[in-house]
């Protein structure tokens, strides 16, 4: 299975490798890297987080969301993980 978004020249490929590992390779112009499927939903997560942060420092610093601490965040970050409902 394959996404391409040809706005930006990238194509996201999901494929199993012969040992049954599942991968994704992700295009990016000519430059292509392949991960394992773990790495690359950690790498874009990481990514949608980060991109997340600089939406609301930016956002906050034209005064348009009001500014919070870290120790605010991570208490929002743990109260969401309270109510999983899968034993952890």
Do not use: N
């Not at 942060?53 to 605010?72: F, I, M």
């Amino acid at each position: 299975m394959f996404y391409q978004y040809k706005k930006h020249d990238m194509t996201v490929t999901f494929t199993l490798r012969d040992d049954g590992k599942r991968v994704v390779q992700l295009a990016l112009g000519s430059e292509t890297r392949t991960f394992e499927l773990e790495e690359f939903t950690a790498f874009w997560l990481t990514m949608v987080e980060e991109g997340r942060k600089a939406t609301s420092a930016y956002l906050e610093s034209l005064g348009r969301l009001p500014q919070h601490t870290d120790k605010e965040d991570r208490l929002d970050r743990s109260r969401g993980r309270e109510g999983k409902g899968d034993g952890s």
